[in-house]
């Protein structure tokens, strides 16, 4: 770690976790002054209302938490520790005789408990690695401090998809995000979107700023690496840093121009439709 008069800098992770309470904090601040039915109207996410997405951060933060304490323990780590597809619908409804401010507020404390957690964490404990259970592989193999990151993006998007006004990311989440994400692309195409396995070929990203990434299907082979703006693709996306970072979490963009092959190019969200 880089030091400068004796004092620690702030790590990434340090930056990422602050973040991440900060948004959680906006969340819950905006959530606290809508009625039961507006908490019940459907939110900018299809199918969502804004009391599924306050369900499903409040779910994230006790699960992530769970996740720290089992890795830093040496134990198996799940998001879902009974399975994705048996757990999951039951996070995104409110509990037992629970109201729905009920849940804002459990939202906004399990997220202060997280942050307090994470805070607590030495830099090196990060490095350490999450291992999943065998049979109830969710999220990949990760390093601990992903989980800052992880947790950032759903606060960031999902703020976004309440329609309160949340709509700007912050710089600290592009910055983080975007590399990131390129990179999982190699190894995660969709959580539970369906991917369109017909569609093969080679796209070249050129995010504003970069960082630029090759990205190509052939067959089940998928690879996306940094390259220069100049290589030779069939298609190209261009857009700001914040539209690419929303075509690879599934999310509307604006301004994206689409070059070369534009059909390939407009394909990109169907064959990486995002988390």
């Known amino acids: 770690m880089v030091k400068t008069c004796g004092v620690p800098a702030p790590s990434r992770e340090d930056a990422l976790v602050t973040a991440a309470s900060e948004r959680a904090g906006e969340i819950v601040t905006a959530l606290s002054q809508l009625s039961p039915a507006e908490l019940a109207a459907p939110s900018r996410l299809d199918g969502w209302s804004r009391l599924t997405i306050t369900c499903h951060l409040r779910y994230g933060a006790e699960a992530l938490a769970a996740m720290t304490r089992d890795a830093r323990a040496g134990r198996p780590a799940s998001y879902y520790p009974e399975g994705r597809v048996r757990q999951r619908p039951a996070t995104l409804v409110p509990r037992h005789g629970e109201r729905p401010e009920q849940v804002v507020a459990t939202l906004g404390s399990a997220s202060r408990l997280l942050h307090q957690d994470w805070s ?156």
Request: no cysteine; hydrophobic share 40%.
């Open 120 to 275: 607590k964490m030495r830099a090196w404990e990060w490095n350490g690695a999450i291992a999943e259970p065998p049979g109830n592989v969710d999220l990949g193999p990760l390093p601990l401090g992903s989980l800052p990151l992880l947790r950032l993006t759903e606060v960031e998007v999902h703020g976004t998809d309440l329609g309160l006004g949340l709509d700007e990311w912050s710089e600290t989440f592009i910055a983080a995000a975007l590399p990131f994400r390129l990179d999982w692309l190699n190894v995660r195409r969709a959580n539970h979107r369906p991917v369109d396995e017909a569609v093969e070929g080679e796209w070249l990203l050129a995010p504003e700023g970069g960082p630029t990434y090759l990205v190509s299907v052939h067959g089940s082979r998928v690879e996306a690496r940094p390259r220069d703006e100049g290589t030779g693709a069939r298609s190209r996306i261009r857009g700001t840093r914040r539209d690419i970072l929303s075509l690879l979490l599934g999310r509307p963009t604006e301004g994206l121009a689409f070059e070369g092959d534009v059909e390939l190019a407009q394909s990109f969200g169907r064959v990486f439709p995002g988390p």
